[in-house]
């Protein structure tokens, strides 16, 4: 990803040195959509849904995508029913370029995974893809509002001990970077499940391969790899 910035002090990502990395992980750090998309797929289709039922929602937690489609006394038996969908449906889920190497060249307790999955489904996907998670891992279970909302990464940051305005989030979805913005942390975009154009954020790349995460005394250093 072509980005016009060089590693100084000032830059909002590039050089900075960050007290803890915040990352999204559907789209971030693992590639589920051929999974997700057969999920949803599936469900709408039990429904009677338009295929496109789902456009402009990716990164929203599931229940308020459901809320959003379904009648107020079918919302607690169609979330359940997506919920067992998706937890069956993990086939090919892989880990993304740069990820597991992301992870683990931070120190666990300068990391957190601050997911819109509930927790069983985060755990499901994380076990199938084989990538090895943080200790932290905030999903909608913990919260109350989940992104756009600035909750789950404030959440995130508070887990680990430090101010969010202190903390970078690695995002691919527009509500996801809406909520770290919000949350005051400094962002970082994936491009890949949105254009570039779609994506407001401080720095993007198309993997996390591009970027170098290096632990000093202060935090995380983010620099350009290579």
Not at 51 to 79: C, E, K, M, T, Y
């Amino acid at each position: 990803m072509t980005n016009s910035a060089s590693p100084t002090l000032d830059h909002p990502v590039i050089g900075r040195v960050f007290s803890a990395i915040l990352f999204d992980m559907d789209g971030t750090l693992i590639d589920s959509t051929p999974a997700v998309e057969r999920s949803w797929a599936k469900w709408g289709a039990e429904r009677g849904l338009a295929p496109d039922f789902r456009n402009g929602v990716h990164g929203q937690p599931a229940s308020q995508i459901v809320a959003s489609l379904v009648p107020a006394d079918q919302f607690a038996a169609a979330s359940q029913r997506i919920l067992d969908i998706e937890v069956a449906e993990v086939a090919d889920i892989v880990v993304l370029a740069g990820a597991a190497d992301a992870l683990a060249s931070i120190p666990q307790p300068r990391k957190a995974i601050v997911t819109s999955c509930s927790r069983p489904l985060a755990s499901a996907r994380i076990t199938a893809s084989g990538l090895v998670a943080p200790a932290v891992v905030i999903t909608f279970d913990d919260v109350t509002h989940g992104k756009p909302d600035p909750e789950p990464f404030v959440r995130g940051a508070e887990a680990l001990g430090f101010d969010p305005r202190e903390c970078l989030v690695v995002e691919d979805a527009v509500a996801g970077l809406a909520s770290g913005r919000a949350a005051g942390c400094a962002t970082l975009g994936i491009v890949g499940t949105h254009a570039a154009s779609e994506l407001d954020a401080d720095y993007l790349v198309t993997t996390l391969a591009e970027l170098a995460f290096t632990p000093t005394a202060e935090g995380i250093l983010v620099t350009l790899a290579g």
